[in-house]
C-alpha cells in the first residue's frame, strides 16, 4: 500500500484537491502524504485516539466536510460510535454548541 491508498486509509476519504495536488505538484503532495502518514501513525497515542482528536477540531472548526472525512476514517477503524459522541462533548465543551450539532448530525448519518 502506498500513496493515496495510505491517505485514504488515514482520513477516510481523500479530498478532490490532494488528489488533483498529485498532478500539479508532486513534490508538495509526496511531502504532505509523508507528514500525513509520520502523524496517524501510532504512538504515544493510538490511531483511533487522533481519529477522535480529529474529528472534535474539525467541528469546533465547523468544517462539515472535514468531519464527515474524519467520522468515515474513524468508522473504518472500528472506533464506535460513543467513542466519537465523547470527543464532540469536549469539542462542545470547548467551542461551543455549534460544533457538537453539526458533528452529531454526521455522526447520526455516518452511523445509522
Do not use: C
Request: zero cysteines; glycine letters at 10%; aromatic letters at 4%.
Amino acid at each position: 500500500m502506498g500513496g493515496m491508498e495510505d491517505l485514504e486509509k488515514n482520513i477516510g476519504k481523500v479530498p478532490l484537491i490532494f488528489r488533483e495536488l498529485a498532478d500539479m505538484d508532486p513534490e508538495m503532495h509526496d511531502k504532505i502524504l509523508a507528514i500525513d502518514n509520520m502523524i496517524w501513525g501510532d504512538g504515544a497515542l493510538t490511531r483511533q485516539h487522533k481519529k477522535i482528536i480529529a474529528i472534535a477540531i474539525a467541528a469546533s472548526l465547523r468544517d462539515g466536510d472535514a468531519v464527515s472525512a474524519q467520522m468515515a476514517g474513524a468508522k473504518n477503524l472500528g472506533i464506535k460510535k460513543e467513542e466519537i459522541e465523547e470527543g464532540l462533548k469536549v469539542a462542545f465543551l470547548l467551542s461551543g454548541m455549534p460544533a457538537y450539532v453539526q458533528g452529531r448530525a454526521k455522526l447520526e448519518k455516518l452511523y445509522q
